[in-house]
């Protein structure tokens, strides 16, 4: 076998006996070679099947609630002809090159890609390895494969009626040669892909098995409450140390740098030890830095012209020879991330090697951190993932295994360093500020003619994966501008990297930079129709002749949400169209606002085309799920910065929603077989605007400035 | 030394008399399933029973515990209500990250035990210190009605 395609498909014999197929992937080279040094082709996802016939599918990606632990073995058992139960997955150790998702490059759960990368590399996998059994059985019977068939974790004969377990046919089949094709079975075909199964975690996550990185429990574990400088970028001055240590069962104090760490035999003795030591601080440079000044720089930055995303003929001679001009400025703030699970990691750092648990959606990129912090070689940094207590980006960073690390370095033992929630929310790496301008030109119709759109803001991109900045442009920060699916008929997109204050660190969060552009894009378009008096249904469908799927949607969430039927006093439909992520997502939200301004979400409406879907319960859970999580954000969610330092400290005044406060959804999958797209951030996506559009159709007032707060209240 | 009954077996504790029962429970009994979430009291993932009422232990100290009765997610399914929770969150894959659960599952159970066919309002009142960032509201309610043999109307 030529090398090239041993390392595609690999078989071989597990240890302990069975089959042990690996899978190798072209991967993104551009985003690879930022991250790893790794080869063109590498064995991707590990398929294992034991003698008892157990599948073991060491699973790349992790589960952080979006439902991949029951997708992608319902992927690999569609092929492999075996229960999706029987299909028991583990999280994949850290590797960079074995475990790359292929959309991504390196070892990554985010970007809502599990489906769109594994789609046909998991069948793949289990339809190799179903066709190795059957010819290891037919090898046995000494009768023709084509003759045989599997079905449910056996292999049948049909003419003599003979059956072999898979698990009596693993050794054979590891010896057999790995067939260089296999065909996959036409969607018609499919028994269990896009029929609604139940989740494999479920039971875990209901009796309090479920183990979560801040779960973890190691003999001689001592546990460590984190403070970190209040003020970005400030030092630590002074710390009580003798008092802390006066705490009964504190053991220890770690002095970091911009830090300060209490260890005890429990957290709560920590806590009370890191209260005891009233660390001092030394503000430094960025004592004074509140809102304004970060704003301010914002939008002086916004004056000027910027790196140019989509230029389609002249929009500013559009615009000048229009017959309106319209012009907006929208800001969305600085967002937490706020998982359930505050940040925490445990260590166990010795001279030959560190031990690491945590939740992370990105062990590669953590290892090769924590080798360079360590001066440990790859092999000796061991990451134990494990399920994320909630990851929307925040966990696609290893800040809090560097500080946890920091510690260990101090500590003797095992160690747990837990962030208090106000360390959670006061040293989040946030959703960057994004300041938009947008202006359109329109007929004397109030027809669009032109767009020009100025995007200002941070570029996680350009710290993260920085070989995809292209002609200065990040494509994350400009999706949805730039990828506009209304054809209107000339469009300008720029961009113009502005950067918080150092210190002031920024990352991904759910809906990456589609979640920003989609609200800037449909509140506008919104603006637009109303400037025009046309029904903001209609006025969309007119520039969607060329994009059926978007039309589509839009039209489905109207239809279920009785569009157009007058509704009582002080309520409003709002509609809003998200095409990212490969899926493409219609939602009308339906609030009532109350005298005294106060907005309530009653009911929303989502229709999703995500193609072909894989399991359809999954996807309605993931809307239902971002679009509170959206609603959360677009109605409360503020990080603020005063005297250099976060304003907001834990749920008390970083507000989500509540059950009680909870719109009606209803959910309609829109039957496809397009091709499979991303449904963890698009909801989130789509909901923002179309709620500031209900709320706009409720008041005339239009937001254009996130969160809602008291913005509905009459002035 | 401190004696808690920790569903239905005494446990003796060296801790604090102030010690929260969340870090007696997770860090000197290692028992995790009840979790960490704000420490004062805000979102309700540590949530258990103390003589069947539902209590933050993040914010309940073990002195307050002493001869009381108290039940854990790791328990509850011994309870009639926590079973049929349990049971309904199970039939409609309620949990998506899963780490508030625990919390939600007591809540619920709690509810469930008081307020045998909860209305919205019911459900509203007590599960709205229970906070979930992955949405799972809409199943939450949805099974609460299923355990307790009410029509879920989608409201």
């Known amino acids: 076998m030529r090398r090239r395609d041993f390392l595609k498909v690999s078989a071989s014999a597990a240890v302990g006996g069975g089959l042990l197929l690996g899978f190798g992937l072209p991967v993104r080279s551009e985003v690879r070679d930022t991250l790893t040094t790794n080869a063109p082709f590498a064995p991707n996802a590990f398929l294992r099947i034991d003698r008892a016939g157990k599948v073991i599918f060491v699973s790349p990606l992790i589960e952080m609630g979006q439902g991949t632990y029951t997708s992608l073995p319902m992927l ?34 985010g970007a ?72 996959l079975k036409e969607p018609a075909a499919f028994r269990l892909v896009g029929k609604a199964h139940r989740r494999l975690d479920t039971s875990g996550k209901v009796n309090g098995s479920a183990r979560f990185g801040i779960d973890t429990r190691l003999p ?18 002074s710390i009580d140390e003798a008092k802390a240590k006066a705490v009964p069962g504190v053991t220890q104090v770690v002095r970091l740098d911009d830090a300060v760490a209490v260890v005890a035999n429990h957290t709560w003795a920590a806590k009370q030890g890191l209260a005891a030591a009233a660390p001092q601080w030394d503000a430094g440079p960025n004592a004074k830095v509140s809102m304004t000044d970060i704003v301010g720089q914002l939008a002086r930055a916004a004056e000027k012209p910027g790196a140019v995303a989509r230029n389609d003929g002249d929009a500013a001679r559009a615009i000048a020879g229009a017959a309106k001009r319209i012009d907006a400025v929208y800001e969305q703030p600085f967002l937490a991330h706020a998982t359930m699970e505050p940040m925490n990691c445990t260590v166990h750092l010795t001279t030959d090697g560190c031990d690491i648990w945590v939740g992370t959606q990105v062990p590669g990129l953590t290892q090769a951190a924590m080798m360079k912090l360590t001066g440990l070689k790859r092999e000796q940094v061991r990451i134990h993932n494990h399920l994320l207590g909630g990851g929307f980006g925040r966990r696609l960073e290893f800040d809090g ?8 370095q101090h500590v003797r033992g095992p160690v747990q ?117 046309h029904d903001p249904l209609a006025y969309r469908i007119a520039f969607l002749d060329k994009n059926p799927r978007a039309r589509a949607v839009l039209q489905l969430a109207a239809e279920r949400s009785g569009w157009g039927k007058p509704l009582p006093a002080g309520q409003g439909r709002g509609i809003a169209l998200c095409t990212g992520f490969g899926s493409f997502i219609g939602q009308v939200v339906q609030v009532s606002v109350g005298k005294d301004g106060a907005v309530s979400p009653v009911h929303v409406w989502c229709a999703v085309d995500c193609g072909l879907q894989v399991n359809p319960d999954t996807i309605r859970a993931q809307m239902e799920s971002g679009i509170i999580f959206g609603l959360s954000a677009a109605l409360f969610g503020e990080i603020t910065i005063k005297d250099g330092r976060v ?65 509905a209240r009459a002035a | 030394m401190i004696r808690l009954n920790v569903n239905g077996k005494p446990r003796d504790v060296d801790v604090a008399d102030d010690t929260p029962l969340l870090w007696t ?40 515990a002493g001869g009381k009765r108290i039940t854990t997610i790791e328990a509850v399914g011994a309870t009639a209500a926590g079973k049929k929770i349990q049971a309904a969150w199970l039939a409609l894959d309620v949990p998506q990250c899963g780490y508030c659960q625990s919390g939600q599952i007591m809540s619920a159970a709690a509810l469930l035990a008081a307020t ?30 299923k355990a307790a043999g009410v029509t879920d109307t989608g409201a």
């Open chain 1, 76 to 109: 690999i058992a569609e092929e492999l002809e075996v229960d999706v139960d029987k299909v028991a997955v583990e999280h994949a150790p850290a590797d960079d090159k074995v475990y790359a998702n292929p959309l991504i490059g390196i070892q990554m759960t």
């Open chain 1, 417 to 533: 360093v837990i962030w208090p929630r106000e360390e959670d929310i006061q040293h989040d790496m946030y959703r960057p500020y994004y300041y938009d301008r947008v202006t359109a030109g329109v007929d004397a119709q109030g027809k669009a003619v032109a767009w020009s759109h100025r995007i200002t803001g941070a570029s996680i991109v350009a710290r993260y994966i920085a070989a995809s900045i292209k002609n200065g442009v990040d494509p994350d920060a400009v999706e949805s501008s730039a990828n506009l699916p209304y054809g209107f008929p000339d469009i300008h997109v720029d961009w113009v990297r502005q950067e918080p204050p150092s210190g002031i660190q920024t990352t991904w969060w759910r809906g990456v930079g589609v979640t920003r552009g989609t609200f800037v894009v449909e509140s506008f378009v919104d603006e637009l129709a109303a400037s025009a008096k």
């Open chain 1, 112 to 183: 809502s890609t599990a489906i769109r990368a594994m789609y046909v590399p998991l069948r793949r996998a289990g339809a190799t390895a179903r066709v190795m059994l059957v010819a290891a059985a037919a090898q046995r019977w000494k009768v023709d494969p084509a003759t045989c068939r599997a079905e449910n974790g056996v292999v049948v004969h049909a003419a003599t009626g003979r059956r072999l377990g898979y698990g009596a046919l693993v050794d054979a089949a590891a010896k057999l040669p790995v067939p260089e094709k296999v065909a």
């Open chain 2, 25 to 64: 429970l997770r860090d000197v009994l290692n028992m995790t399933g009840t979790k960490f979430g704000c420490g004062q009291g805000l979102c309700g993932a540590c949530t258990i029973h103390i003589d069947g009422q539902p209590a933050r232990s993040c914010i309940t100290p073990v002195s307050a």
């Open chain 1, 401 to 408: 295994t560097v500080r946890a690390v920091q510690i260990a």
């Open chain 1, 647 to 711: 304003e907001q400290t834990n749920f008390g005044d970083y507000r989500v929603l509540r059950i009680s406060e909870a719109p009606r959804i209803d959910v309609h999958l829109v039957n496809s077989t397009e091709a499979p797209g991303g449904i963890g951030e698009p909801g989130t996506s789509c909901v923002m605007p179309a709620l500031t559009n209900a709320i706009f159709a409720a008041t005339g007032r239009r937001i254009r400035k996130l969160p809602v707060g008291d913005q």
């Open chain 1, 220 to 237: 001689g574990m001592k546990f460590a409450v984190l403070a970190q400088s209040p003020v970005f970028g400030g030092k630590l001055a």
């Open chain 2, 116 to 145: 045998p066919k909860p209305s919205d309002s019911d459900i509203d009142t007590a599960m709205a210190g229970n906070l979930c960032r992955c949405g799972t509201y809409p199943r939450i309610r949805a099974a609460i009605k």
